[in-house]
């Protein structure tokens, strides 16, 4: 009874409301990033499938580099070779160098890796759409914004989820390369929890509890978000 006292006091009265604050940036940063991505992702879908020759190679190299680079290196050079380039902008403008907002820097630079793979997903969730659905729009003389948008995201979005919840729960985990760079997130609380404690396995045992506890309310929402989609889809 000693030992889990010995828990409850150092993990849920010492440190509990540091590490709910960590879970709570983590989950900002991972939506955040996962929005982002997402955008990127369509972006970079349609150009591949229907884009100019130029921005189809761009598209195609971006999202390899993506995919070939490790994560940890890539968020290390887009975090600070992207605040580099920043002030240096900003000295040629004879501006004084800007401070680097660490929340909105995790947002981007995750959002930016994650849109490659999201870009993959979407695009082949786009294919297995029925060609005829998109010939019959067009012929009843929709534009290509409206056909996106009435007909592409709405039919697309079932081949998808499944893949998109895949890319959300691994954008959770890769939240804590942020750490690297500094941010305080979940992680990076945990180690200075452990740290000052000197019990690195009770906290670390404790924030994969965390983690894994995100991951299981993660699949259940999505699960009921594929069972209210699935009424769209036609009988087989």
């Not at 160098?97 to 870009?119: C, E």
């Not at 005829?132 to 067009?138: C, D, V």
């Not at 009435?150 to 499944?162: C, N, Q, T, V």
């Not at 804590?176 to 452990?194: D, H, N, P, R």
Request: net charge neutral.
């Amino acid at each position: 009874m000693s030992w889990l006292q010995h828990v409850f006091d150092t993990v849920v009265l010492d440190w509990g409301p540091a590490l709910l604050d960590g879970a709570a940036v983590t989950l900002q940063i991972s939506i955040g990033a996962f929005v982002v991505g997402l955008l990127i992702g369509v972006l970079v879908a349609m150009t591949k499938l229907s884009g100019p020759r130029p921005l189809v190679w761009l598209a195609n190299l971006y999202t390899s580099i993506c995919r070939a680079v490790p994560e940890l290196l890539l968020i290390l050079l887009l975090y600070y070779a992207g605040g580099d380039l920043i002030n240096y902008l900003l000295a040629q403008f004879g501006q004084e160098p800007a401070p680097i907002n660490g929340f909105m820097a995790a947002v981007v630079v995750l959002g930016i890796v994650q849109g490659a793979y999201a870009g993959e997903i979407i695009r082949g969730a786009i294919q297995s759409i029925p060609p005829g659905h998109i010939e019959a729009a067009r012929a009843f003389g929709c534009r290509r914004g409206m056909v996106l948008q009435r007909i592409i995201l709405p039919e697309m979005l079932p081949y998808a989820l499944g893949g998109l919840s895949n890319l959300w729960l691994i954008l959770i985990k890769d939240s804590a390369l942020i750490s690297v760079v500094g941010y305080s997130e979940l992680l990076f609380t945990t180690k200075q929890a452990a740290g000052s404690t000197r019990e690195y396995l009770l906290f670390y045992v404790s924030v994969s509890l965390v983690y894994l506890l995100i991951t299981l309310l993660s699949n259940l929402l999505f699960s009921r978000v594929d069972r209210r989609i699935g009424r769209w889809m036609p009988a087989h």
